[in-house]
């Protein structure tokens, strides 16, 4: 299975999720049968709010499921018809994650928990 959340920096395991999806300078993927972990470049991260093509970045990449800290509700809907669930960040990292992900599962997003515009530091302004 490969999870892939948005990030800042590259950091590994360690990396920080970053506060919104869509506006992310990358992302990491992580395959949970071979223990890899990848880093992808976002190449729709400066679009105007609304305008986010998310699968941009993914095109030769099956996921079956990210993790996000925020999103908004045209990219959660463009990666559901894509057949890819998304799921609400719960810690602060890749691993703590990971960690809360095998005990006890994230809430996955629904349209009602989207994000409504874009901050000034590139997280959701709700």
């Keep these: 299975m490969r999870i892939c959340m948005p990030v800042e920096n590259n950091e590994g395991l360690e990396s920080v999720i970053f506060g919104h999806f869509g506006s992310a300078p990358g992302f990491m993927i992580y ?37 996000v800290a925020g999103i908004g509700g045209g990219a959660l809907m463009k990666l559901n018809q894509a057949g890819i669930r998304v799921f609400q960040a719960a810690g602060r990292t890749i691993q703590e994650n990971l960690d809360v992900l095998d005990r006890q599962g994230l809430p996955e997003f629904t349209m009602q928990h989207t994000c409504q515009g874009h901050g000034h530091s590139g997280g959701c302004a709700h």
């Design 31 to 67: 395959d949970t049968e071979t223990k890899e972990l990848n880093s992808v470049l976002n190449k729709n991260e400066h679009h105007e709010h609304g305008s986010c093509n998310p699968l941009m970045s993914f095109a030769d990449i099956k996921l079956d499921f990210l993790v």
